[in-house]
């Protein structure tokens, strides 16, 4: 009796080990990728060079990737407070209601919401990846011709023959705004119909269980639904256009000039859909093995591997993916100063030389049409 009371206490003070590194690791996770999305901002801010539409959907796509950061804390504190037997006076002063928020039956409301916001925050990622690379594709493969003349140079106030770039005012809101109202639409079910889906953060951890009942089918037909609509759907198009994108610039590398900060920012797009992707997959793992159960083959059996609650962890990991592709591929967010790419300068540098070509006295352009130039 005595060997099994001992095993069990073994076996209790292991899974609180485990806890607490799940909560240690997450701790440490967060910080680092916290303070390098909030760089995206201070860069952003900083260049002028950078105020343009693809560089606020990265600011916008930083800011997402902090409130996952911080949506996921939130998970693993109010599963904390749900493993709690005995919890202190604190916590029932700031929150008189139940503390156990592992059953939906127990906090309705909390879990529809909490539903609903990580669906916003899973889909939104993707609809950005997609709108992003619709609007590469649809602008001119490098920067525009802009003329530096004196009149520019002093409006911006520069010290290179760089102006940045302009474009509609209208563009930047439409691309900001449409995947978040596009995320909101797909999610509004969760609290509307009380559609809300088991949410887990650490192991043992899990949130909103609800009873089975005459709501699984329609939480099914749901979750099937946003991963078509949110995942599958966004995914095909980002990778037709990634496509078109890379066929293009083959194109135009034998008429322009190949490497500019447009060219940059389509790698950075590319490379950043795939982690973005295959976490995002992973998520989807219980709704796919329904799926195929309902239609009756066998499961893929990735989730003995692959956990939600592990997904989940992998999802927020790859938040630092974005950041890190910024400062490496883009020397304008590395130059922590107002200052466009150093390919964008060489490139202005021989249009200019054209320019003043072209733009020569009537004696020059008369001598050189005597030679055949035009």
């Known amino acids: 009796m005595t060997g099994q009371l001992d095993h069990g206490g073994d076996e209790g003070r292991w899974a609180w080990g485990v806890e607490w590194v799940w909560v240690g690791g997450y701790s440490a996770a967060s910080t680092t990728i916290i303070l390098l999305n909030f760089s995206l901002f201070i860069a952003v801010i900083r260049n002028r060079y950078l105020h343009y539409s693809f560089n606020y959907v990265v600011f916008a796509l930083a800011l997402r990737n902090i409130c996952r950061v911080v949506f996921t804390l939130y998970l693993v504190f109010i599963a904390k407070l749900s493993q709690s037997k005995y919890p202190n006076e604190l916590v029932t002063q700031l929150l008189p209601g139940p503390t156990d928020f592992?059953?939906?039956?127990?906090?309705?409301?909390?879990?529809?919401?909490?539903?609903?916001?990580d669906?916003?925050?899973?889909?939104?990622?993707?609809?950005?990846l997609a709108i992003l690379s619709l609007y590469l594709f649809c602008r001119q493969p490098n920067p525009p011709n802009i003329p530096a003349n004196l009149r520019t140079l002093k409006l911006y106030g520069l010290q290179c023959g760089i102006v940045p770039i302009q474009e509609s005012w209208w563009l930047a809101p439409l691309l900001l705004l449409v995947p978040v109202l596009l995320s909101l639409g797909l999610g509004a079910p969760a609290p509307l119909l009380h559609l809300s889906h088991p949410m887990s953060a650490i192991p043992g951890g899990e949130l909103c269980l609800a009873e089975a009942g005459d709501t699984e089918t329609q939480l099914r037909t749901f979750l099937t639904s946003v991963a078509i609509l949110g995942y599958c759907l966004p995914l095909a198009l980002i990778v037709c256009l990634v496509i078109g994108l890379s066929v293009r610039r083959c194109v135009s590398c034998y008429s322009t000039t190949c490497v500019s900060s447009f060219c940059k920012e389509e790698l950075l797009l590319s490379l950043l859909t795939l982690p973005t992707a295959t976490a995002h997959l992973l998520l989807y793992i219980p709704v796919l093995d329904a799926n195929l159960v309902m239609v009756g083959f066998q499961a893929t059996g990735l989730d003995t591997i692959i956990t939600p609650t592990l997904a989940r962890l992998i999802e927020m990991l790859t938040a630092g993916a974005l950041p890190l592709l910024a400062f490496i591929l883009l020397p304008a967010f590395s130059?922590?100063?107002?200052?466009?790419d150093t390919d964008?300068?060489?490139?202005?540098?021989?249009?200019?030389?054209?320019?003043?070509?072209?733009?020569?006295?009537?004696?020059?352009r008369d001598s050189l049409a005597s030679f055949g130039f035009d």
Do not use: E, H, K
């Open 102 to 117: 592992s059953r939906y039956g127990s906090v309705p409301l909390l879990c529809d919401i909490t539903s609903l916001v």
């Open 119 to 128: 669906q916003v925050l899973t889909t939104t990622t993707m609809f950005y």
């Open 335 to 340: 130059n922590w100063s107002s200052r466009p």
């Open 344 to 364: 964008d300068i060489r490139t202005g540098y021989r249009r200019s030389r054209r320019d003043q070509s072209t733009n020569a006295p009537d004696s020059r």
